[in-house]
Antibody, heavy 122, light 114 residues
Framework: QVQLVESGGGVIQPGRSLRLSCAAS????????LHWVRQAPGKGLVWVAV????????NYADSVKGRFTISRDNSKNTLYLQMNSLRAEDTAVYYC???????????????WGQGTMVTVSS | DIVMTQSPDSLAVSLGERATINCKSS????????????LSWYQQKPGQPPKLLIY???TRESGVPDRFSGSGSGTDFTLTISNLQPEDVAVYYC??????????FGQGTKLEIK
């Protein structure tokens, strides 16, 4: 079945880096844009970033622009989120989500992973 | 950026009754060329990821019970849950995907059983 499985979360000190992964299965990975969405403890959903089907286009929320980088490896059916200069306010569950578009515009998030928790704390 | 505002923040409804959640966008999310509203609704139960219920404002996702319905156009939208069941207890979010990036969610509405 269609599945997204995130990994790579954990406890990390402020200022350090962390890379999240999202392994996909059950669908044609290379024909879908992919997104990261996060949720701070007890808070709502916040969109973080999107990458086009071929990795050629990326967009970010202002809160992470310049610190986070979204990427993908279509040969491995895997999405990544490289998070640098982490701050306490980046503490959240990070979800990857699949839309229906190729380029990540006007998307609907039909498929979600279970999420991976990132805690930024000294 | 488009701001999405849901109301109410929380509500309690009796089993078997109807729950209504509203979502208002600061700009229209209606794409005139294809007459689609880029507004979707998600349900999130405790400890679980969000689940898509409704997209294009009124199209039900496959497998979602027909008790869930969406309506509205332009800037004002409604999610209606008829015949409320215990398993409908959750937080519900709207999302606009017209003026992207960024995608913007509403703040969420917590639905409980009265």
């Amino acid at each position: 079945q269609v599945q997204l499985v995130e990994s790579g979360g954990g406890v990390i000190q402020p200022g350090r880096s962390l890379r999240l992964s999202c392994a996909a299965s059950g669908f044609n990975f290379e024909t879908h844009a992919l997104h990261w969405v996060r949720q701070a403890p007890g808070k709502g959903l916040v969109w973080v970033a999107v990458i086009s089907y071929d990795g050629g286009n990326e967009n970010y929320a202002d809160s992470v622009k310049g610190r986070f980088t979204i990427s993908r490896d279509n040969s491995k059916n895997t999405l990544y989120l490289q998070m640098n200069s982490l701050r306490a306010e980046d503490t959240a569950v990070y979800y990857c989500a699949r839309g229906t578009s190729w380029f990540g515009e006007n998307d609907v998030f039909h498929v979600w992973g279970q999420g991976t928790m990132v805690t930024v704390s000294s | 950026d488009i701001v999405m505002t849901q109301s109410p923040d929380s509500l309690a409804v009796s089993l078997g009754e109807r729950a209504t959640i509203n979502c208002k966008s600061s700009q229209s999310v209606l794409f005139i060329s294809n007459n689609k509203n880029y507004l979707s609704w998600y349900q999130q139960k405790p400890g679980q990821p969000p689940k898509l219920l409704i997209y294009w404002a009124s199209t039900r996702e496959s497998g979602v019970p027909d008790r869930f319905s969406g309506s509205g156009s332009g800037t004002d939208f409604t999610l209606t849950i008829s015949n409320l069941q215990p398993e409908d207890v959750a937080v519900y979010y709207c999302l606009q995907s017209y003026h992207t990036p960024p995608y913007t969610f509403g703040q969420g509405t917590k639905l409980e059983i009265k």
